[in-house]
């Protein structure tokens, strides 16, 4: 069911449409939440220090967090001792004061956004524990000499398990071998017992490396006594009895200590390691080795610890099950033991699920698949809920590992979670679906420059995201022409790479992403640098004690590059010592010593590539010698051959001067001038303290041999050639490999070899018999001998046969070795019959299931590769929709008898038919069949416009949809107001026939803007909508009577100018009037016919003053008259009648700053009361206040 699966979802992404790949999606751009960090599964915590439980996780709008706890909600706001880290959801608990115990639990940590839920895996958290030893007496033991003994360990369990290990009281390991081991469990086992094993202090140790403590046994002591000793210590306990008799522990064969008996099983997880054990006891001590019984074991993951006793096995994988045998042996014999393993296995992954980026209408799929033994189940989850409880998405398929996707719509964006499980485990995977539409965007920073060496590869990056997946072109220096084909090689990220990059290849790049929603450009640039080379490397040096010496290093490198140079000695730094000097091109050492010598080694580094070169330095005794003329050694002399034979020779030969530096080794080589004349092969190697070697020699081959000296310096010149030494040909010694037989047509078998190089043909004529017969049909085999061909065609055989092969080599000295048989096939022919019993089922309007009968065996004639189900569609069922003719295929395999076909148009006829197909080619045709779909929603209509807007009415036009998906039953029309701010206002809902094509709404309020959706229906439901903005008119007399001048800026402004003013004039007048006393005034005021013509001062608010000319009194001072009174005139209009006789004042320049009231007061200097009218200035103050 699920390779169904598997086919399907892979065959969808063929036929139908784009398969998104994962991507990393920019995080400005909405997306689900992913999980990036958690704590691991099975979370071990130490006990003396805050429990951290990590999630973390991204996403947009970034995500919250929230937890279980054994499988409920985990309320972090109700315990004050846990707090979740800021922008993370991450948990710690403070456990100071608590007991770390009571937090142990399984936790699950889940991320939410407006997009989906992503959840973690269980977190088992648990105490790490290093419980004391239980107190306990040891008895010490006594052992005869010989026998064998075993010291038990029994640590408390802790978590994880303790390491185990004996030491004694001085903390030194006890020394252990073949013959005292410790086991797996930590006992320490004795195969036999010796006198020196006698002590007091065997103490097992136990460390518990999660807290970092070590628990410690109580010493055990042990003595082991020789047979007299016994008898005399035995005695005592038992009143003199002799226990023992005279004879000494006897030598015996081995027998297992552990395991017991003579099989055992073990299971074991894939890629675990896989521990067996076997000790023996004996004497002498046994020997254990080991084997697999049913093959090899693998010697790349194998090792053999505890002296052999241990067969460990590291990763281990399906092919380790089987019957593994330890076998123990001494001197008197050999026991054997069995151990049957079988490996099980956890869910493991095959395909993981990835994120999936795909922009509306794409088409993609989620695989889950893993393995495991026994298989695991596959369940999904939607943002953390059972995909069976999650809301239903008509684009959404699910088959067993694999969701399909097709059509999406924007909003269809979740989280999918893929849990595989089987008895041994669980993998759980978040994987999620993002439906975006967005334009391409290069993620590359713009202009990066990019430096490589000369002949070096060139990867020039061009990282994009865009939904669609944009499709990414090259261009170089200009748009001209796109770089494809050598040297360029685009890969799928978009990256350009030049295998081999030359100069010419520098200069500018330019990528271009494009998609339907727009394009985007990157220029990045490519500099080609010359390598770094060094000229003159260090030379040999040999130097006197006490000298000076110059190693020289010039380099050659690319002038846009600064080299450094390094020395090192021995490939170690250089000594810190003044006496080194490194220049630009140069290493002087002054003043050398003897630990000085050693290989000295330049390395020039530049930012792009190094070179470096090494020379050693020899340091000799100051003493006179004579010179060194060579620093090579010379080639040797006098080769010499004897022991001639037919397939082998001894060669010797004289050493040549060493010149101080002794020989290492020979090279020897040979040259065959019978077959590759001119040609020195390299033979063998021999030390340097030889001067012969045995040589091995193949038939049919004229030898010539030379030798080469190599000492610290470097190797000789080559000695001077051998005399020439023939072998006498012989029969082949091999066979050709690579023997294989198929079909290239349909009666015909074609058997091919690889033919043997002529050192191999060990004789004249080399030729080859070819050798067939039909399996199971022919007793005789036919043959044929050929020469010079590697292939042979047997023409007239049946159609797709089995045959049994084997090519022989054979010369003219006779043939080689029986050859092995290998089975071939003759030619296969296309598949005689259709499938049958063809059948369909219409699951919904996109989706149809066929069904077919495997085609029979024979009527196949060759391998069954599967079957092709082409399909088409031959119309629409709608009258409006043209007829379409385009022909699909979808694969599937030979072992599939049904398959399906998405992805198909609603309410349309089809047509399909069946072939079974094989390497040949597709077989007939069954008949083909007609299906039709039913009906679906339709498309959105193919357009709304708004047209002949008014001051209360709009006139809305429309086209049908252009996939109407089935009989249209009418329009769904909605509108609602949308305000300056954007709110929207309710919703109106008109239900239109299907023939109409436009509509007018009337009544609708002047001068306001709605907002329209329109979609089309049919019988199966209404399709997508689309929208619309428009707004009603008012004219031009209205909206002058519709301004409101309160509203209107200037007055607004004019209004608060004024009332500006008018507070700055009466503060003036309030301190005015403060400063000075009273002033009566002039009885003849009255003289004046109206007194508001008084003319008042613009600057001070005051009022003019009288002329003398006129025949009134002149005002009286600033200050009242001693009786504190003030005489009245006769005018009523004086200014005095308006307030209070003492309080109205003014100032000496005839300012008025007295206060008014509404009443006359009584003067309590003249002692009467005055009534008089209130005051104007004081209700005009009033009113104003």
């Known amino acids: 069911m699920m390779e169904r699966t598997r086919k399907c979802a892979m065959l969808l992404v063929l036929c139908l449409g784009h398969l998104a790949s ?135 369990a802790g978590l994880p398990p303790p390491i185990i290990f004996w030491m004694d009281n001085n903390f030194q390991r006890l020394p252990q071998s073949s013959r005292v081991s410790q086991a797996l469990n930590g006992d320490l086992y004795f195969s036999n017992i010796l006198k020196e094993d006698s002590r007091s202090d065997y103490i097992c140790y136990a460390r518990f490396p999660h807290t970092q403590t070590i628990q410690q046994k109580q010493p055990i002591t042990v003595k082991v006594l020789n047979l007299d000793a016994i008898n005399e210590t035995m005695a005592d306990f038992y009143n003199g009895t002799d226990i023992f008799s005279d004879s000494p522990a006897e030598e015996r064969k081995p027998s297992f200590l552990i395991p017991s008996g003579p099989t055992s099983s073990k299971l074991v997880l894939r890629g675990q390691v896989l521990e067996m054990e076997c000790i023996a006891e004996g004497l002498p001590t046994p020997e254990i080795s080991w084997s697999k019984v049913s093959g090899e074991l693998p010697a790349e993951r ?59 209408r794409e088409t993609g799929v989620l695989t889950c698949r893993a393995n495991g033994l026994p298989k695991p189940t596959i369940t999904w989850t939607m943002n953390g809920v059972s995909i069976e409880n999650s809301p239903r998405d008509p684009s959404r398929t699910v088959e067993d590992d694999t969701i399909i996707f097709t059509q999406v719509q924007i909003g269809s964006s979740a989280v999918y979670q893929c849990n595989a499980s089987n008895e041994y485990g669980y993998l759980l995977a978040n994987a999620f679906v993002n439906v975006l539409s967005e334009p391409p965007r290069v993620l590359t920073p713009a202009d990066t420059v990019y430096q490589v060496i000369r002949n070096n590869p060139a990867l020039l990056d061009c990282s994009v995201f865009g939904s669609p997946i944009p499709n990414i072109t090259w261009f170089k220096d200009s748009r001209s022409s796109t770089l494809d084909g050598d040297p360029y090689i685009l890969h799928d990220n978009g990256t350009l790479e030049i295998h081999v990059a030359q100069a010419q290849n520098s200069g500018k790049y330019i990528c271009v992403a494009r998609n339907f929603l727009g394009i985007s450009v990157n220029h990045v640039y490519l500099q080609v640098k010359e390598p770094t080379r060094i000229l003159k490397q260090p030379e040999y040096k040999v130097v006197k004690r006490s000298n000076s010496v110059v190693f020289e290093c010039k380099v050659k490198h690319d002038p846009s590059l600064l080299p450094t140079v390094t020395w090192l000695k021995d490939n170690g730094e250089l000594p810190d010592d003044e006496r080194f000097v490194v220049d630009n091109d140069s290493l002087t050492i002054t003043k050398v010593t003897e630990s000085d010598e050693g290989v000295y080694t330049c390395i020039m580094n530049t930012s792009l590539d190094q070179d470096s070169a090494s020379a050693k330095l020899t340091v000799v005794e100051a003493t006179p010698t004579p010179a060194i003329a060579y620093e090579y050694p010379d080639p040797p002399t006098d080769l010499e051959l004897t022991d001639q034979r037919d397939r082998s020779v001894q060669l010797t030969w004289i050493p040549g001067n060493e010149y101080n530096s002794p020989i290492q080794k020979f090279l020897i080589q040979y040259e065959d001038s019978l077959h590759h004349h001119g040609h020195w092969h390299n033979m063998t190697e021999v030390p340097g303290t030889r001067t012969t070697a045995h040589l091995k020699l193949s038939p049919y081959v004229h030898y010539t041999f ?218 007939p045709a069954c008949t083909s069949q007609q299906f039709e779909t039913p009906e679906g929603v339709p498309g959105h209509p193919s357009f709304l ?116 003013l008018i507070l700055v004039l009466l503060i003036i007048c309030f301190i005015q009037r403060n400063k000075g006393g009273k002033y009566p005034v002039k009885e003849k005021e009255d003289a004046h016919t109206d007194p508001e013509f008084q003319p008042m001062k613009d600057d001070d608010c005051t009022f003019g003053e009288y002329s003398d000319s006129e025949d009134h009194k002149p005002l009286k001072g600033s200050r ?64 104003f206040v």
């Open 22 to 156: 994962s991507l990393e999606v920019p995080l400005d751009l909405p997306q689900p939440p992913t999980i990036t960090h958690e704590s691991p599964k099975d979370y071990i915590i130490d006990p003396r220090e805050n429990i951290v439980i990590l999630c973390d996780a991204k996403g947009k709008p970034y995500p919250s967090f929230f937890w279980t706890r054994n499988g409920t909600h985990f309320d972090i706001d109700m315990d004050p001792k846990v707090t979740m880290k800021p922008h993370s959801g991450t948990l710690v608990v403070d456990i100071s004061g608590e007991k770390a115990e009571s937090y142990e639990g399984v936790y699950q940590c889940t991320a939410r956004n407006d997009h989906g839920t992503a959840v973690s895996n269980n977190i088992i958290v648990r105490q790490s524990k290093s419980p004391l030893w239980s107190k306990e007496r040891n008895e010490p033991i006594v052992v005869r000499e010989g026998v064998s003994l075993v010291l038990h360990c029994r640590p408390p």
């Open 302 to 360: 194998t090792s053999f610890p505890h002296f052999q006793k241990t067969l460990r096995i590291v990763n281990v994988s399906t092919s380790d099950a089987g019957d593994y045998r330890c076998t123990a042996r001494n001197s008197l014999g050999i026991i054997h033991h069995t151990i049957r393993v079988t490996v099980k296995a956890a869910p493991y992954w095959i395909t993981y699920p990835k994120n999936l980026v795909l922009a509306p």
């Open 706 to 923: 030379r030798v080469l000296a190599l000492n610290a310096v470097g190797l000789s010149q080559p000695s001077y050639p051998s005399r020439m030494y023939k072998t006498r040909p012989a029969a082949p010694d091999e066979n050709p490999s690579g023997v294989e037989g198929h079909g290239t047509e349909h009666d015909n078998l074609v058997i091919s070899w690889k033919p043997l190089p002529g050192l191999q043909s060990n004789g004249r004529g080399l030729q080859y018999k070819v050798m067939w017969r039909q399996k199971e049909v022919d007793n005789q085999w036919s043959s044929v001998t050929v020469a010079n061909v590697s292939k042979f065609v047997v023409s007239g055989t049946p159609t797709f046969v089995p045959y049994e092969v084997k090519v022989q080599a054979l010369n003219e000295h006779g043939p080689g070795p029986e050859p092995p048989t290998i089975i071939g096939y003759s030619g296969e022919d296309l598949p005689e019959s259709p499938p049958d019993n063809v059948q369909f089922i219409v699951l919904n309007s996109t989706l149809v299931e066929i069904h077919w009968e495997h085609v029979p065996a024979k009527s196949v004639r060759g391998r069954l590769k599967g079957y092709k189900l082409f399909y088409w569609k031959e119309q629409s069922l709608h009258k409006h929709n043209s007829h379409h003719v385009e022909q699909h295929v979808l694969l599937f395999s030979g072992n599939k008898s049904h398959g399906m076909l998405p992805g198909l148009e609603p309410f349309s006829l089809y047509a399909f038919n069946v072939r079974a197909y094989n390497s040949r080619g597709e077989g």
């Open 945 to 1060: 416009r708004i047209t002949n807007p008014n001051l209360d009415s709009l006139t809305l036009s429309w086209g049908p949809p252009h996939n109407r998906n089935g009989h249209l039953t009418g329009y769904t029309l909605r509108y609602q107001t949308v305000n300056n701010s954007n709110e929207l206002g309710p919703v109106v809902e008109l239900a239109l026939p299907p023939n109409e094509t436009s509509v007018t709404l009337l009544n609708l309020k002047y001068s306001t803007r709605y907002k329209f959706y329109f979609n089309a229906k049919t019988n199966r439901g209404a399709g997508p909508a689309i929208t619309e903005e428009a707004i009603t008119i008012m004219d031009e007399a209205m909206a002058s009577r519709q301004v409101d001048i309160a509203t209107q800026g200037w007055f607004i402004g004019l209004m608060c100018a004024i009332a500006l």
């Open 1120 to 1183: 009242t008259s001693s009786n504190g009174t003030v005489k009245r005139g006769d005018s009523d209009d004086s200014l005095v009648d308006y307030g209070d006789a003492g309080d109205g004042q003014f100032n000496e320049d005839g300012s008025f700053i007295g206060q008014y009231s509404g009443k006359r007061e009584r003067d309590t200097g003249e002692g009467h009361e005055s009534s008089e009218a209130p005051s104007p200035v004081n209700n005009a103050m009033n009113s």
